[in-house]
């Protein structure tokens, strides 16, 4: 079971119409620490721990059929393709994973967010 791949085009443009997306951030907390932004909107979480944390707020009350969006800073999209897995196994119906992850997303100048602090 695998996610559907999603562009750097098409996602920027859900942002842009500020269309109801859940984007997951799913790099490694290395990765995560280092930088300064994420793709705006994004929820920044531990792949290992996704699953444990669609029990809690704010995964929790996410509709089913919302589309989700998974990405990370790997080089064949791994852990973005694992937590679209999990998400899909969870009865998320329309999960993609972003084509080329976090670093086409600043190579095409798509909208970041300051990542919270801490």
């Not at 707020?57 to 999209?77: G, I, M």
């Not at 999990?86 to 992850?101: D, M, N, Q, Y």
């Not at 095409?108 to 990542?115: C, F, I, L, S, Y």
Request: with cysteine; charged share 30%; hydrophobic share 35%.
């Amino acid at each position: 079971m695998r996610g559907e791949f999603i562009s750097v085009e098409e996602l920027k443009t859900k942002v842009a119409r500020d269309e109801s997306l859940v984007i997951l951030d799913v790099r490694g907390s290395e990765s995560y620490a280092n930088s300064a932004t994420r793709v705006k909107g994004a929820v920044h979480v531990n792949v290992r721990k996704l699953k444990c944390r669609l029990g809690f707020p704010p995964l929790k009350d996410v509709p089913k059929d919302r589309e989700a969006v998974t990405y990370c800073a790997c080089p064949s999209e791994e852990s973005a393709n694992s937590a679209a897995q999990i998400l899909l196994s969870s009865g998320f119906k329309r999960v993609r994973v972003l084509k080329g992850g976090w670093q086409e997303w600043l190579k095409a100048k798509g909208p970041v967010e300051q990542r919270p602090r801490g």
